[in-house]
């Protein structure tokens, strides 16, 4: 079946500009997750969602990081005023519950220029 | 806050060989993960460890958990080119909000 699915892949943009990243969970996954993952590094947690609610949005570096999930399924990654610092590869991943296994997406690779 | 240290960072092996990758985790944790993530694409899950003493082998990976040591290690054995990849551990301790190693950059030589 299909996986979870991230769009765009790639995405470049000019610092100071805004941007939207795109996550299209497994279908009836109701736990969707946002991670970050800079050059070299291991991705880092940026926000839960359960269902349509950001259960935990600790992980959001600053407040020109915002993402919603309307309807509980596609949930949209804002960034507003992009930074050099925000260029990474942004991961979505899904799960039927909290506890059930993570499938992350190929993710979007952001470069700030 | 929880922090979880992998090492080495990066390894280089010859086939055949075998090798162990550490991952040291800071807190208690419910579950921990190994997975692989090759150039330029997403990550792969390889095991879930849910217990203390816990072992999992998949081809020629086996990984443990010690969860008094707050240690995993991923144990390859007779390695071959096609393992070459990034190997992160991750510990859940908090529903899949997960903490991720600096992750351990695997080169097998021929």
């Known amino acids: 079946g299909a996986g979870v699915s991230q769009t765009p892949s790639n995405k470049v943009t000019e610092k100071g500009k805004y941007v939207e990243l795109r996550c299209d969970p497994i279908s009836g996954h109701t736990a969707l997750y946002w991670y970050r993952q800079s050059l070299g590094q291991g991705p880092e947690f940026l926000i839960y969602?359960?269902?349509?609610?950001?259960?935990?949005d600790s992980g959001l570096p600053n407040d020109r990081f915002f993402a919603v999930r309307p309807e509980g399924s596609v949930s949209t990654l804002k960034i507003q005023r992009t930074e050099r610092g925000d260029s990474a590869v942004y991961l979505c991943?899904?799960?039927?519950?909290?506890?059930?296994?993570?499938?992350f997406g190929n993710g979007t690779r952001l470069t700030v220029t | 806050e929880l922090k979880v240290e992998q090492n080495p960072l990066f390894l280089s092996m010859q086939e055949g060989k075998n090798y162990t990758i550490y991952c040291n985790y800071s807190t208690t944790s419910d579950r921990l993960y190994w997975y692989r993530q090759d150039p330029g694409k997403s990550l792969e899950s390889l095991f879930v460890l849910l217990s203390n003493g816990a072992v999992k082998q998949e081809g020629r990976l086996m990984a443990s958990l010690d969860t008094k040591a707050r240690l995993s290690t991923l144990h390859i054995t007779a390695a071959v080119h096609d393992l070459s990849a990034t190997y992160f551990c991750?510990?859940?301790?908090?529903?899949?909000?997960?903490?991720f190693g600096g992750g351990t950059r695997l080169m097998v030589k021929p």
């Open positions: 969602f359960q269902g349509t609610g950001a259960a935990d």
């Open positions: 991750a510990v859940d301790n908090a529903g899949n909000m997960l903490t």
């Open positions: 991943a899904s799960s039927l519950t909290r506890s059930s296994p993570l499938h």
